[in-house]
């Protein structure tokens, strides 16, 4: 470590660095001034637009946002962490991880240290007007090292210099690794690059081997370390004096530009676009549209970097991969209608993509935006709706049973079991069945031998049937379709008076949760309920060695972040054993709703993968809390493609007491 | 009593001449699952909104086969959506995005 005191000393009489050239331009900085200046115009010019087609509203909540404590802490937090450092993919993938914050920390260091070098040593170059702009960046061919003056602190930036400089070149090797062998870095599948891509690829390549053969034709001449100096010796060796290093200067600001003017076309524009996806996605600005405004951020904060190609279910066929969110984002870049809603309509709304993103982009709300864009439009009559003002059925015979719990208020349907066991403890239950459980009917006997077992007063909302919550119009893009739907659940749950409402079906949870906005209701999912019931002691359960295994609905886990409860409950009942992909990485059981357009055939396939996973640790049953998944997985399980073991499907309360 | 959507209606004439070929195979080449239905009609026994107003995906299918696409789409406009039909249909149709292909080709006018 050099001491302090001793960089201070070192100001010496006697300039260490000699600016070698005294008008400070040569023409090879020409490519990379255009190539950056250009980029800047162009980077410019979008952000102008970005932010006008901000609602006014947003922008302003987005100024604020810049200025709240809490919020820049965490935008600070974050760029460093997403953007130098890539934490989240270091989570996943070590060596991705490595290669990308090698080549995105180390350029930004390379970067900084330059400015610094230039500042300390020949600050005047600083100025925009005395070559700002390129100086730092071509630092080492401007300057000359006074012999025998060079300072600790020289040589410590030539040191630091030369690590970073390494430390990018072996991210660079990695990368180009991978490109060939993609699966030596853990992935399958790997993004097929576009033009722009490759000009900018192939040029990124370039830039860092081509600065370590320019600097080091200069070292001899502008200093260098442990990389540059060996290397200048080893040219002096094979080429005496005669050195190539104006070719090498013109090759490395020629690939520097070339990299800087394709990037607004290529996916390196996620670089610079992901600090302000940041910091919009930290104000809370969601997208209104798929591809104006926020999204615009959003989708050019995208990297490319494929993860999403093995995260998405859909890619269990190689035919699909067209379908990944990648692509889904190339194509609103591209602005290709045709292909964004085909790709729009055949994604599961799973959301792992989502989840596993390390720039954190929302693709499936971006697909339920661009759904919205062709379906909001089209007719609906929900005037049958509307008569729930009079609760009256609208016709004699036809039972509007949705509001019988409003009818006769909470009138108890089963009495308390064990009438010593007080039930004030869940005041005014209201039981929300939903179309899905309807067909599944097991469910609801489950649910109520359960609620019966711990003596829980509740009302049954849809006994005979009610009408649906809103969520599949949601997600087909119907968003004012789906508005009156909720309107008019939102008016029958709150007559009921009930202080807690149970769901069955986690596509139902998803939406009372974001979109009802129940005041003074406690909207849980039965999962959660049953396991505060064992918890509470008012739940007998018996515990059996049974091998149970749990698949974590898309729309319970990464929809809703329910993840724990259910292995909690299920963990008193037998023993859980791992699936292969389970949590944020469990796998789409197939029968999701969320796809507009993929056909049985696909379906199955997906079912079976994600069968197999789940299989993986011998369970002799699967365990599901979603009424599609039991029935999903109840099909796949006897039709008995490629099943070794025999299991049994149940269901979350089934499990609980069966 | 659940309509499964069989019945008398009022006039059963059909007029074959007025059937549109053309935005028929243009549905079908949205969803081609339409020219496997069977009309069955569990899609009509299970339907949501079929418990309010009349809503029955096998008369729509029906509808538009018998050059009456504007009945097809009446029959229609209750619908929520919520999957059931897909789920309980025999052969497997994607009767949902079906909905919406009716909608989109015969919406247009
Ligand atoms: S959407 Fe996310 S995971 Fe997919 S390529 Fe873009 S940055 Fe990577
Ligand atoms: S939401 Fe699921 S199905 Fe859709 S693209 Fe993402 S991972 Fe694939
Ligand atoms: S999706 Fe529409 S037609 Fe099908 S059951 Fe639901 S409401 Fe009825
Ligand atoms: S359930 Fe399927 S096959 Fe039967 S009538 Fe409906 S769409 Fe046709």
Known sequence: ?658 | MVDFGFGLVPSSRINLDLFDKGKYEELAALEPDVRICMACGSCTAVCTAGKFEPTSLREAIEDIKNARADKALQMLEPCQLCGKCSMVCPRGINTRHLILSINKIYSEK
């Open chain 1, 1 to 658: 470590m050099t001491p302090l005191s001793y960089l201070l000393a070192a100001q010496a009489e006697v300039p260490e660095v000699i600016d070698r050239i005294p008008s400070g331009f040569s023409y090879f900085v020409i490519p990379f001034t255009v190539g950056v200046a250009f980029m800047f115009c162009w980077l410019g010019v979008g952000l102008i637009r970005l932010l006008a087609d901000i609602p006014k509203e947003d922008r302003i909540k987005f100024g604020k946002s810049l200025f709240i404590p809490k919020v820049a802490l965490k935008n600070i937090k974050e760029l460093f962490c997403d953007c130098l450092f890539h934490v989240k993919i270091w989570q996943r993938k070590p060596l991705l991880g490595y290669m990308h914050s090698a080549i995105a920390f180390g350029w930004f260091m390379i970067i900084i240290l330059g400015h610094i070098e230039v500042a300390l040593f020949v600050p005047a170059r600083l100025n925009v007007t005395r070559g700002g702009l390129f100086y730092p960046i071509f630092y080492r061919y401007f300057v000359w090292m006074n012999p025998g003056h060079t300072t600790l602190r020289g040589s410590f930036f030539f040191f630091l210099m030369d690590f970073f400089l390494l430390y990018i070149l072996s991210g660079i090797a990695l990368a180009i690794f991978k490109r060939f062998r993609s699966i030596v870095l853990g992935m399958r599948h790997t993004t097929k690059p576009s033009f722009a891509d490759r000009v900018a690829l192939y040029s990124l390549w370039m830039i860092f081997p081509l600065r370590l053969l320019a600097e080091s034709f200069t070292a001899d001449l502008s200093g260098g370390s442990f990389l540059t100096i060996p290397v200048n010796q080893f040219w002096h060796f094979l080429f005496g004096d005669k050195l190539w290093f104006m070719p090498c200067w013109w090759a490395y600001s020629i690939c520097l530009g070339l990299f800087f003017a394709a990037m607004p076309f290529s996916r390196y524009m996620h670089i610079l676009t992901e600090v302000l996806w940041i910091l919009l996605r930290n104000a809370g600005v969601k997208p209104n549209h798929p591809r104006k405004g926020v999204a615009e951020a959003e989708i050019y904060a995208c990297s490319s970097c494929g993860l999403c190609l093995d995260a998405c279910p859909m890619n269990v066929q190689k035919k699909n991969l067209k379908y990944s969110s990648v692509y889904f984002i190339r194509f609103l870049r591209r602005h290709n209608e045709k292909k964004i809603n085909a790709i729009a309509d055949k994604c599961l709304m799973c959301d792992k993509c989502h989840a596993l993103c390390p720039v954190g982009v929302d693709a499936p709300a971006l697909r339920r935006a661009q759904r919205a864009t062709v379906n909001n439009t089209m007719p609906y009559n929900y005037a049958y709706l509307d008569a729930s003002g009079s609760v009256q059925p609208s016709e004699p015979g036809r039972v509007h049973s949705r509001f019988a719990a409003a009818e006769n208020g909470l009138s108890p349907e089963s009495a308390p079991a064990d009438s010593t066991q007080p039930c004030h403890a869940n005041p005014g239950v209201l039981y929300f069945a939903g179309c899905m459980t309807h067909l599944t009917p097991r469910i609801i006997k489950s649910v109520e031998k359960v609620f019966k077992a711990a003596g829980v007063e509740y009302a049954f909302a849809d006994r005979e049937g009610g009408i649906c919550c809103g969520r599949p119009l949601m997600l087909a893009g119907r968003t004012d379709a789906a508005a009156k739907v909720i309107e008019a659940n939102k008016q029958m749950i709150e007559a009921s008076g009930c202080k807690t409402l149970v769901l069955s079906c986690p596509i139902c949870y998803k939406i009372f949760k974001e979109e009802y906005h129940l005041e003074g209701i406690n909207v849980v999912h039965y999962t959660q309920f049953i396991n505060e019931l064992i918890a509470a002691g008012r739940l007998d359960v018996k515990k059996t060695d049974e091998k149970i295994v749990y698949h974590d609905p898309c729309e319970l886990g990464r929809g809703c972040g329910v993840y724990l409860e259910p292995r909690a409950a299920l963990s008193q009942v037998g023993t859980l054993v791992k699936a292969s992909k389970e949590y944020d990485e469990s796998i789409c059981c197939g029968g999701s709703l969320g796809s507009l357009t993929l056909d049985t055939h696909d379906r199955a396939k997906i079912s079976q993968a994600s069968l197999q996973a789940l299989l993986s640790g011998n369970p002799e049953t699967i365990v599901t809390a979603c009424p599609l998944c039991l029935k999903t997985f109840s099909e796949a399980v006897s039709r008995g493609e490629n099943l070794e073991q025999h299991v049994k499907v149940k269901d979350f309360a089934e499990a609980i007491c069966p």
